[in-house]
């Protein structure tokens, strides 16, 4: 794959990276290749590089994508970073500040064995589609999609469920890791 001017830039960072563009524009190519570049060129081993996504369906997406290129490098440092994957730092962003959570919880006075309720937050996600849609009902681009499908399925669908993430994460053997 042959990189853009943007692509390139956010290939060759070193430094911490936020790579933010639409689905299909090669995010996840970059990030993987740029995953491996730190691993084989600077030397970082694969505990020292942190990547972190909003999703779990992207994190394992990103998992399984890193691992194969390095699977697909003849470097030895790649072939390092592969013996010691487990201990890849790849998460989403809400799964990474429940780890720092859970290990400093006494400095923040929350319980360390705190969990997050899945059930909860899918209703609070939906009450928040409602007050969306609601709220910018008036807006032709709402107002089409409100006409061209039903109230619940809009609000339904604003969401990616947790169910979704982790029946993709359970098909997956490689990824089951992904959110941890």
């Not at 994508?65 to 592969?82: G, V």
């Not at 209703?123 to 589609?129: L, N, Q, T």
């Not at 910018?136 to 006409?147: F, G, K, Q």
Request: hydrophobic letters at 40%; charged letters at 25%.
């Amino acid at each position: 794959m042959q990189f853009d001017t943007n692509q390139d830039a956010a290939y060759m960072a070193d430094d911490n990276a936020v790579v933010s563009a639409g689905a299909g524009s090669g995010k996840t190519t970059v990030l993987a290749k740029r995953y491996v570049r730190l691993v084989t060129e600077r030397g970082l081993k694969v505990h020292e590089v942190l990547t972190l996504t909003f999703t779990r369906k992207a994190a394992a997406e990103m998992r399984e994508r890193i691992f194969k290129q390095l699977s697909l490098s003849e470097h030895p440092l790649a072939k390092n970073a592969l013996a010691e994957f487990d201990k890849a730092r790849i998460s989403t962003l809400d799964s990474f500040c429940s780890a720092l959570t859970r290990g400093a919880s006494y400095r923040y006075g929350v319980a360390g064995d705190f969990s997050v309720d899945d059930t909860a937050l899918a209703k609070i996600a939906e009450e928040s589609a409602m007050e969306l849609i609601m709220r910018e009902r008036s807006r032709p681009v709402v107002s089409r999609l409100v006409s061209s499908r039903s109230f619940q399925t809009i609000v339904k669908g604003l969401f990616a469920s947790p169910q979704t993430n982790r029946g993709y994460r359970k098909r997956n053997p490689r990824l089951r890791g992904a959110d941890q």
